[in-house]
């Protein structure tokens, strides 16, 4: 069933008596000390869990050029004595 057009073509008419909603703009609303030390705490975390991401990477790529793969590339033979 078709659902009737307003009278006026105005979407946002609010003639009809509805308050409107005023919003604070994002990042000029009061924030509490405890919501700022959580924030600061998990911007750290995240820094060090990349960091740590960072390091292990870097670890990954140095050992598999150390690590020997098969018998031509070993750099040293056991049982070779």
Same mark, same amino acid.
Not at 3 to 8: A, D, F, G, L, Q
Not at 48 to 57: D, Q, Y
């Given at each position: 069933m078709?659902?009737?057009? #307003?009278?006026?073509? +105005? *979407? ?6 509805? #308050? =409107? =909603?005023?919003?604070? #703009?994002g @990042?000029? *609303?009061?924030?509490? @000390?405890? +919501? !700022? !030390? ?5 911007? /750290?975390?995240l820094?060090l869990?990349?960091?740590? *991401?960072? *390091?292990? =990477?870097?670890?990954?790529a ?5 690590i020997?793969?098969? !018998? /031509? !590339?070993?750099?040293?033979?056991f049982g070779?004595r």
């Amino acid at each position: 069933m078709p659902v009737p057009s #307003p009278e006026s073509p +105005d *979407a946002f008419d609010v003639s009809w008596g509805v #308050p =409107t =909603t005023s919003f604070v #703009p994002g @990042g000029s *609303a009061p924030r509490s @000390g405890f +919501d !700022e !030390e959580l924030r600061r705490l998990l911007r /750290q975390r995240l820094i060090l869990v990349h960091l740590l *991401a960072l *390091a292990f =990477t870097i670890l990954l790529a140095v050992l598999s050029r150390l690590i020997p793969r098969g !018998e /031509q !590339e070993a750099l040293v033979h056991f049982g070779d004595r």
